[in-house]
């Protein structure tokens, strides 16, 4: 038993913020400083005691020597969860990184390597929402709308085919 509530619920009452997710991203760099990634950092696995100390758990999907990518993958499911439940903090990524990267580096990957493989992460991530959207504006029957996103497909150097067939850029 971990006394406390989850983070989850401690940022919707107020009675945590930037503070406590600075410090979370020391925490999660201390468990990548281990050799161990989380699989599925959301504030919903995160709890918090009357102290304001912090405590991982639900380590199921959990990888020891995890490679560089899972160690990214968990500030990416992080961010997205700060971003869907918490978007009332806004930058909390940028805190929660600056907490990542207070620690010391003596270990590898360093923490700016992992930053740089998160930030790699979330460009997919981006890249791929995008394409879906331009996807959904192509199968509706607006033409206005079909005009914008062929404007918008042109100046990035896409063709209509590339999109609907793979996705993928020239």
């Known amino acids: ?67 560089i990518e899972q ?29 990542y990267l207070s620690s010391p580096n003596n270990f590898l990957p360093s923490g700016d390597e992992v930053i740089g493989r998160f930030n790699a992460i979330r460009g997919r991530v981006r890249y791929h929402a995008w394409v879906v959207k331009m996807r959904v504006l192509f199968a509706t029957s607006n033409q206005n709308k079909i005009a914008e996103a062929k404007t918008s497909l042109g100046l990035l150097g896409y063709t209509v085919e590339q999109l609907l067939i793979d996705g993928t850029p020239p």
Do not use: W
């Open 71 to 99: 160690l990214g993958l968990d500030l990416q499911v992080l961010n997205e969860c700060l971003n869907a439940s918490h978007h009332e903090y806004e930058g909390a990524i940028e805190v929660l990184i600056e907490g």
């Open 1 to 67: 038993y971990i006394a406390g509530e989850a983070l989850y619920e401690s940022l919707l009452s107020g009675s945590s913020g930037f503070e406590q997710i600075r410090n979370l991203g020391r925490l999660i760099r201390e468990l990548h400083e281990l050799g161990i990634s989380h699989g599925d950092l959301t504030t919903h696995n995160i709890m918090i005691n009357q102290e304001g100390d912090i405590s991982l758990i639900d380590f199921g999907l959990s990888k020891i020597i995890p490679e």
